[in-house]
């Protein structure tokens, strides 16, 4: 399965900011994701990141307050946009498995606080 | 209702016992079924993946589907204190959404 790394890994943030989540994978892949997981709470997909296209959101998340990134096979971004304390979670990126398959593998998370 | 039912836990068993986790699900289309586990504090590891019904088994770790009743599960043999994690169930029905499963807690104490 293909490397995934994320910065910041962790980051405190003040209300009313932005945050740029880098995520990387060491292989070309065709679909990046990014997911949402709240204090004491499962994932929740945010959306998927196209390369060359404007990524596709689902119902509840809008690119205003999560513009996405895809320039390449390798690399996306999300920035959380206008910070609240609401937005403090884990944000995780996924990439699937080779050869159409539907597994996902996740990267390490960037756990976001915000004071 | 959600479309993933997990029981969150947590459950706690002593070294050596058999775990069963357990998760249901409502949407009919769903078709690939995963199971992760995450440590605390890092991004979840991907244990099974599985198409349709049946069972897979990969070392002290099979998963079962039973479509017929909505039902997946995930049985640990030999359960180590290295197993003490969040489990989640997650399910497709392709386009490559995952919905996820509340996570069950799971402590194996020596």
């Known amino acids: 399965s293909a490397v995934i790394s994320q910065k910041p890994s962790r980051d405190i943030c003040q209300r009313g900011t932005s945050l740029t989540i880098q995520c990387q994978v060491d292989?070309?892949?065709?679909?990046m994701f990014w997911y949402r997981q709240q204090p004491g709470q499962s994932l929740t997909l945010i959306a998927t990141?196209?390369?060359?296209?404007?990524?596709?959101?689902e119902s509840g998340f809008v690119i205003d307050k999560f513009p996405i990134s895809r320039p390449n096979l390798t690399f996306s971004t999300l920035t959380v946009s206008n910070m609240s304390p609401e937005d403090s979670s884990i944000y995780l990126c996924?990439?699937?498995?080779?050869?159409?398959?539907?597994?996902?593998?996740f990267g390490p998370g960037t756990r976001l606080t915000v004071t | 209702q959600k479309e993933v039912e997990q029981d969150p836990g947590p459950l706690s068993v002593p070294e050596g016992a058999i775990v069963s986790l357990n998760c249901t699900y409502s949407?009919?289309?769903?078709?690939?079924f995963m199971w992760y586990r995450q440590y605390s504090r890092k991004g979840p590891e991907l244990l099974m993946y599985?198409?349709?019904?049946g069972n897979k088994e990969d070392g002290r770790f099979t998963a079962q589907v039973d479509k017929s009743s909505k039902y997946i599960s995930l049985f640990i043999r030999d359960s180590q204190p290295s197993d003490s994690a969040t489990y989640l169930c997650?399910?497709?029905?392709?386009?490559?959404?995952?919905?996820f499963g509340a996570g069950t807690r799971l402590a194996v104490h020596p």
């Open positions: 949407n009919s289309a769903f078709q690939y």
């Open positions: 599985t198409y349709s019904s």
């Open positions: 997650a399910s497709s029905g392709g386009y490559n959404k995952l919905i």
């Open positions: 292989s070309q892949v065709t679909m």
């Open positions: 990141a196209n390369q060359g296209s404007e990524a596709t959101y």
């Open positions: 996924s990439v699937t498995g080779t050869g159409g398959s539907y597994e996902q593998y």
